[in-house]
């Protein structure tokens, strides 16, 4: 008899795992979702073990204390904090990621997710509609591991039989969390600036153009990927994944159209260099052949939600703020 699905997100406080935790709560529910990382997040609702990716007896321990049939491996050092630190970031990047291939293997695992990046791209692929099959040379310490980890997800597929699944995500904008030390995060501090009225510095230069998507669109995928069948999945390595491209500038003006008066400068730092060797646009027409993939927000639609959910929660905080003063 097949066992009933029971997930392991290890990363789940990040800002992708703290979304798909909540969604994967609602798919199989929230005794079947075990959320983990370095530590508890405070008002966290549901199943949590504390996990330090580095260390795969814990992993072993949690898999057997709840019979775990997947996992999603979601811890990493990102790239612009990567780039501080490198011989670190690679030893952590990998290390985890070889721990989860490992007992998934010898656990028998039913399927691992594994998010890759548009960070594998380098000088050697083309800007625009860059092809899921484009040469990979990475400039960053993040992206090679990201690019390794693609190669080890497909070997244990190929070598095992492992079902690894992957998407090379461009950069991620949601409300729910703060920035984590990515180089498109000024894609989403811009927003949380313009709501509060503070004038914002962007670190990249005005026509920097990034494939970037928006939460709601990147946890869809992701779980879309892992209920497609096994036969539909011809892309071993990871699959490219768009939302939309834009710049900053152009991200700007769709701002200004709700907030007329926002102040912008910029201010280019090391990211810029980083931005500068990424694709301009990603073709994802491998997955939209796969798997059905289809972006629904474009750069309208994104701000406006953007705005619209973040206007709510500083309404939240400011309320919860006064009630602790009274």
């Not at 597929?157 to 995060?185: A, E």
Request: include cysteine; glycine fraction near 6%; charged fraction near 25%.
């Amino acid at each position: 008899m097949r066992k009933k699905t029971t997930v392991l997100v290890i990363g789940a406080n990040g800002q992708l795992g703290s979304v798909l935790t909540k969604s994967l709560q609602e798919k199989y529910g929230c005794d079947r979702v075990i959320a983990s990382d370095l530590q508890p997040k405070e008002g966290f609702e549901g199943v949590f073990e504390v996990i330090d990716a580095t260390d795969m007896d814990r992993i072993q321990e949690v898999i057997n204390k709840y019979d775990i049939t997947q996992i999603y491996h979601l811890a990493a050092i990102l790239s612009a904090k990567g780039e501080t630190m490198p011989l670190i970031t690679w030893d952590i990047n990998m290390k985890t990621l070889f721990n989860v291939l490992e007992v998934s293997r010898t656990n028998n695992i039913e399927k691992v997710f594994f998010p890759s990046s548009i960070a594998v791209f380098g000088e050697g692929a083309p800007l625009e509609h860059t092809p899921n099959n484009a040469y990979l040379d990475p400039a960053t310490v993040y992206g090679i591991s990201k690019a390794a980890g693609e190669n080890w997800a497909q070997y244990y597929f190929l070598k095992y039989g492992l079902d690894v699944r992957s998407i090379r995500y461009p950069g991620v904008i949601g409300y729910q969390s703060i920035p984590s030390g990515g180089t498109t995060d000024y894609a989403v501090d811009i927003f949380h600036k313009a709501v509060l009225n503070e004038e914002f510095e962007c670190f990249l230069e005005k026509e920097t153009t990034l494939p970037m998507i928006f939460i709601d669109d990147v946890i869809r995928a992701t779980i879309e990927i892992m209920e497609a069948p096994l036969e539909d999945i011809s892309v071993r390595t990871s699959y490219n994944l768009a939302g939309t491209s834009f710049s900053p500038l152009e991200l700007v003006q769709e701002i200004r159209k709700l907030y007329p008066d926002f102040k912008v400068k910029y201010n280019p730092d090391y990211r810029q260099d980083i931005a500068s060797k990424w694709p301009d646009s990603i073709d994802d027409s491998v997955a939209l052949k796969d798997w059905g993939w289809k972006p629904k927000f474009d750069i309208e639609l994104m701000t406006t939600t953007m705005i619209q959910k973040l206007k709510e929660k500083y309404k939240i905080d400011i309320k919860n703020s006064k009630a602790l003063m009274l």
